[in-house]
């Protein structure tokens, strides 16, 4: 019997049994690859083993299991443990992420670029030379209905909001609303952004992702996986397990993938919760060391900051 099953008759007894419980289950998992991850490399084809098929089920499984929370909340506490005694790790951890959200968000910005060219295009090919169908590509044609490439501008849209979010957040380009904020002393103004990433922000990504990541696989595979389903119920699955990736569009020769949308919608998530994380370590840092440590490593973009010295000088 586990340590869950022993202690579970209790909420206390329960979180406690699931924290002792995630030491073991993160060194078996990092131990044991092969039980959850042997189906990789045939991502792209029919699954023929039934050792194939447990292993994507155990995938599915643990994505959005109490075990794979419990096994990331202890690494959390682990980092953050060592970062109170050692505030120079935090910071490292702080300069990380940070960069990790300007770096995703500054190459996928591109995407804005990308989608008002390809708009020119489809309205030129179309009102011009009137064509059904566009084709891009040398030697091997990329070729699809003029409709397809529309509908993918919806795609390019997507990977701005869901990509781009946090680093967006990193520049303090998130339109807030003011009403307490400002009028409060600095160590208040800190501890209201440690509360809010702690309560707010990383609750709600966590929401998100139990409900996104059983969105997209069952849109992937069948039979479709239920949260509600236990590891239990669903290996005896496994044996009629197979690929079955959404191609359905809202159009006849409209855009088929739109299960990429729902995979978007869970790396959302994940940058969100890392950059929670971010968000406390600043917060508690710059609160410890005072108002002279605000903005400390921060790496903004300098053009809007360059623009309002030049229009400040003017007038």
Not at 62 to 70: I, K, W
Not at 97 to 105: H, I, P, Q, S, V
Not at 252 to 278: D, E, Q, R, S
Request: some cysteine; overall charge neutral.
């Amino acid at each position: 019997m586990g340590l869950v099953e022993a202690w579970g008759g209790n909420a206390v007894g329960w979180f406690f049994a699931n924290l002792i419980e995630a030491f073991y289950n993160l060194f078996y998992a990092l131990t044991h690859p092969s039980e959850w991850l042997a189906w990789l490399p045939y991502i792209n084809q029919d699954m023929q083993t039934i050792e194939i098929k447990e292993s994507l089920i155990r995938f599915i499984y643990y994505g959005a299991s109490v075990e794979f929370f419990f096994v990331v909340f202890v690494i959390f506490l682990i980092v953050t443990g060592v970062g109170l005694v050692w505030n120079s790790v935090m910071w490292a951890c702080v300069r990380g992420l940070e960069r990790f959200a300007n770096g995703l968000g500054r190459t996928f910005a591109w995407a804005g670029l990308i989608m008002v060219l390809l708009q020119i295009i489809i309205i030129f090919m179309q009102r011009v030379f009137a064509v059904s169908e566009i084709t891009f590509g040398f030697g091997m044609a990329f070729s699809f209905d003029v409709s397809w490439w529309s509908e993918s501008l919806k795609f390019y849209n997507a990977l701005i909001v869901c990509l781009c979010a946090t680093y967006t957040f990193v520049q303090g380009g998130h339109v807030r609303v003011d009403l307490i904020y400002s009028n409060v002393s600095y160590r208040t103004k800190k501890t209201i952004d440690m509360l809010g990433s702690l309560f707010f922000m990383l609750p709600t990504a966590v929401l998100v992702w139990l409900f996104g990541w059983f969105f997209l696989w069952r849109n992937l595979v069948v039979p479709n996986p239920s949260a509600s389903n236990t590891l239990e119920q669903l290996l005896p699955k496994a044996r009629a397990l197979r690929w079955n990736i959404e191609t359905i569009g809202f159009s006849p020769n409209g855009f088929n993938a739109y299960w990429l949308f729902k995979f978007l919608l869970l790396c959302y998530v994940a940058t969100v919760m890392i950059h929670a994380v971010a968000f406390f370590y600043r917060s508690y840092l710059e609160r410890k060391e005072g108002p002279e440590s605000e903005g400390k490593y921060l790496d903004k973009d300098k053009l809007g900051d360059e623009q309002a010295e030049l229009v400040a000088q003017i007038h």
